[in-house]
């Protein structure tokens, strides 16, 4: 320690300037490197030889006992952490002097003072021997550097989760299944179609004398008013519903019935049970559109494969079942090698349509590929028309038709509806139970 120049109050050796006045000190005398100390007040030295075999150091004063381990009363009356001098625990009353049986050693205590444990009773006496709390050289308060911790390891990072791989077979499996695909589309096609049998059954059936659609409602026998109350009933509910706020399974619901009811109900009404050759198709169409539908947006569906598969045999079965003894779609090769000039026609048309139709067979391509349902489909639904316009053409009357019964131009009408109002209805029922 040195006297501050300024104010004489004491310093380290080391210090620059004053912590009390501030004033700058002179510079310290030059020391041997091991003779240095440091700002916690022990050399280099010191410390070396702290850590070396030193003997324990012993209480200053008193009787120094030999080395068999007796603890002498200075020892006994040292102050340690736990313990206060010359007592023992609180609440424990120790005997005063005479033979103290021998009590179990406390654990030892690290980094306490040089000096034997406290708690020994006070006076004289015999003192049995007690052993040596062990304090390691250097210790806490003993002017050493201490004792260190072990290293704690390091806990490795836990590991993080890492992003599922991309797949495209889930990215396929989630575009194969829309939420509602048709909740806008049929709703305007309702509103279109709706639109298309309100004006054709408004166009004239006979300009001279003037006659309409209606006049069959009014004047025509029986039950042959029923094909002219569905044509314009149909129109008015399906511009109704798709005017009014619905959601979309109902809307499909209520165009799917429209639609059978314009397609069956003047059937059964009118002729009744129709011939096997003659439901079958219809049960096909009723099948293979709206199964087209629905394979077009749903890429992946089984249930739509199996829809189509169904239409398409359904459709051909007619055709391949012998009927006389021969096979009809036989019969319509031979009629189109055999019959002259114009009258190849119907029988290119009937071969058309059965090339249509295998064609939906495409359906059972692997997704997300679509097969080009959703165009087979439309081209089915418009075949009649087709076939109509083909025919008016051939006929060669088509002004005599325009001037005197235009509502022959329109016969395509209810039909086509009907087929657009089924195939999307059932299509959108179908595609709700496959969201």
Request: aromatic share 8%; charged share 10%.
């Amino acid at each position: 320690m040195k006297k501050c120049a300024s104010c004489t109050k004491d310093l380290p050796d080391a210090a620059l300037h004053c912590v009390f006045c501030g004033a700058k000190q002179g510079a310290a005398p030059a020391v041997q490197p091991g003779l240095a100390k440091t700002s916690f007040g022990y050399s280099a030295n010191d410390v070396m030889n702290q850590l070396g075999n030193q003997p324990p150091q012993q209480p200053q004063g008193g009787y120094q006992p030999p080395s068999s381990g007796l603890a002498s009363p200075a020892a006994a009356n040292a102050a340690t952490i736990m313990v206060a001098p010359g007592g023992g625990p609180q609440g424990f009353n120790q005997p005063q002097g005479g033979y103290t049986p021998p009590a179990p050693a406390p654990a030892p205590s690290y980094g306490q003072p040089q000096g034997g444990y406290g708690g020994a009773p006070q006076g004289g006496g015999y003192q049995p021997p007690q052993q040596q709390p062990y304090s390691p050289p250097g210790g806490y308060g003993g002017g050493g550097m201490g004792i260190h911790s072990p290293p704690q390891p390091t806990p490795s990072p836990l590991p993080v989760a890492a992003a599922p791989p991309y797949l495209a077979s889930n990215t396929a499996a989630r575009a194969g299944r829309p939420i509602e695909p048709w909740k806008d589309s049929l709703k305007f096609l309702m509103l279109v179609w709706g639109a298309v049998a309100l004006v054709t059954f408004a166009v004239p059936v006979s300009i001279d004398p003037l006659g309409f659609n209606w006049d069959m409602i009014i004047d025509g026998p029986g039950v042959m008013k029923i094909p002219f109350l569905m044509w314009a009933a149909v129109g008015l509910v399906a511009l109704a519903v798709a005017a009014i706020p619905m959601d979309t399974l109902p809307r499909g619901i209520i165009a799917a019935v429209l639609g059978l009811a314009g397609l069956l109900v003047p059937t059964f009404a009118i002729v009744g049970m129709p011939p096997w050759q003659a439901l079958l198709p219809l049960v096909g169409m009723l099948t293979l559109v709206p199964g087209l539908l629905v394979r077009h947006e749903y890429t992946e569906s089984l249930v739509a494969r199996i829809l189509v598969t169904i239409g398409v045999v359904a459709t051909l079965l007619p055709l391949l079942i012998p009927i006389g003894g021969q096979i009809p779609l036989v019969s319509v090769f031979k009629g189109l090698i055999e019959a002259p000039g114009e009258a190849k026609v119907g029988p290119i048309l009937q071969i058309a349509q059965v090339v249509l139709v295998v064609t939906a067979l495409l359906a059972w391509m692997p997704g997300p590929a679509t097969g080009g349902a959703k165009v087979i489909a439309w081209a089915m639904i418009l075949f009649p028309v087709l076939e109509f316009a083909i025919e008016l053409l051939l006929g060669g009357n088509i002004g005599d038709v325009v001037s005197k019964r235009p509502g022959m131009l329109v016969q395509w009408a209810p039909q086509t509806v009907y087929m657009v109002l089924t195939g999307y209805g059932l299509a959108t029922v179908i595609g709700k139970q496959l969201e």
